[in-house]
């Protein structure tokens, strides 16, 4: 039962980071939480959709279909991230300057919502098939289902919480700084994304290029590990990163950080916001 | 354009699994049968593994970064490599407590 319940926390907690996060990003947006569960109930749908025809998934493309699944999955994610941290950067200010404002702005745009509806989405969907994936199975093995099965559940509660956590956590920042503490979330997010979907292309043998591995710090910090894990998710942290990994890490963070800076009209002379 | 992608993709995928040496496992009863394979240093290689359990099960390894759904009565391929001599553990993740395997690169 403990087996079980620790599979599905691990795989619920990946998507209720970012779940939690898009939750604390448009904390003041209105009808928010229709578009985040909108986002989440789609994507259940989805990931019972992909479960369903995972053998035919898989064997599509050389025996690659799922990697390339993952990989393109990732890369919508990371493109999204990008559209919304362009559209705050923009806006963000001027949100900021006026709470009276601020219905106006958010309705005459509703882009980032979608886009952040579409990032939740994709991350339940990436987690979710596989969890679907695992619960059946537990059913159709028949044994001791109900134990493995009443795991399943303390699990998806315990990664419900921890959403819950994130988010609460998150609102606990002062208002004047979470704008930026969320920006530099998003981008290390995205960075972290992108690196992930290097490694899939690279397992669907697309990429055979600056596959060494730099460094193995599983002995520190195992990327298994509940701690590993979240950092993965949250920063993109990986024990055994490839050279082509790291690149793409950077490379994304830069392209993070120049879409923030570039994008924010008439900046008074300051640091950027990293 | 979809399509033409798909094949651009299917030529670059058959042209890469042309240079892996290949090598196969079967999952039976939750278990990896061999549990142990050897394979080449420093080389790109696939590894077939055949599902005959009538269950799904994900091959993981955080050794070896793969994480792979494998649905019942089915196969997949997982490409690793080139890896630096040693042993690398691998699991079924739905079955971890009989699923267990180690690559081992010399």
């Not at chain 1, 362009?86 to 958010?106: D, F, I």
């Not at chain 1, 939740?120 to 493995?148: N, P, Q």
């Not at chain 1, 024990?239 to 890490?249: A, K, M, N, V």
């Amino acid at each position: 039962m403990l087996g079980a319940a620790v599979i599905v926390f691990r795989e619920v907690i990946e998507a209720g980071l970012i779940i939690g996060i898009v939750l604390a990003v448009t904390r003041t947006v209105p009808r928010r939480g229709l578009w985040v569960s909108a986002g989440v109930l789609v994507a259940s749908l989805g990931a019972a959709l992909l479960a369903l025809f995972a053998g035919r998934i898989a064997d599509a493309f050389a025996g690659s279909g799922q990697e390339l699944l993952n990989a393109a999955v990732l890369g919508i994610a990371v493109v999204m991230l990008m559209w919304h941290s362009l559209w705050m950067a923009k806006h963000g200010q001027e949100l900021a300057a006026s709470m009276a404002q601020l219905g106006r702005a958010v309705s005459s745009g509703r882009r980032p919502l979608t886009a952040l509806a579409v990032v939740v989405g994709l991350a339940v969907l990436r987690e979710g098939s596989e969890l679907v994936l695992f619960l059946y199975g537990i059913v159709a093995a028949g044994t001791s289902a109900s134990s493995l099965l009443l795991g399943s559940v303390l699990g998806l509660a315990a990664g419900a919480a921890f959403t819950a956590l994130t988010y609460y956590g998150l609102l606990a920042i002062p208002t004047r700084y979470i704008f930026s503490v969320t920006s530099v979330l998003i981008a290390l997010l995205a960075a972290g994304m992108a690196a992930q979907a290097v490694q899939y292309l690279d397992a669907a043998g697309l990429i055979t290029v600056l596959g060494e591995r730099l460094w193995d710090s599983s002995g520190l910090l195992p990327q298994d590990s509940i701690v590993g894990r979240l950092l993965h998710t949250l920063i993109g942290y990986n024990d055994r990163p490839t050279e082509l990994q790291l690149i793409t890490y950077a490379m994304t963070l830069l392209v993070m950080v120049a879409l923030n800076w570039i994008a924010t009209p008439s900046r008074p002379p300051r640091r950027a916001p990293a | 354009m979809i399509r033409l992608l798909a094949f651009g993709i299917g030529i670059a995928l058959c042209t890469a699994s042309a240079n892996a040496q290949e090598f196969s496992l079967v999952i039976r009863d939750h278990r990896f049968e061999p549990a142990e394979i050897k394979i080449p240093a420093g080389k790109r290689v696939a590894i077939t593994v055949a599902n005959e359990d009538a269950t799904p099960e994900e091959f993981e390894s955080s050794a070896l970064k793969v994480e792979k759904v494998i649905a019942g009565k089915s196969k997949a391929t997982v490409r690793v490599g080139p890896l630096k001599p040693g042993r690398y553990e691998f699991i079924g993740e739905y079955h971890a407590d009989t699923a267990k395997g180690v690559l081992v690169a010399e």
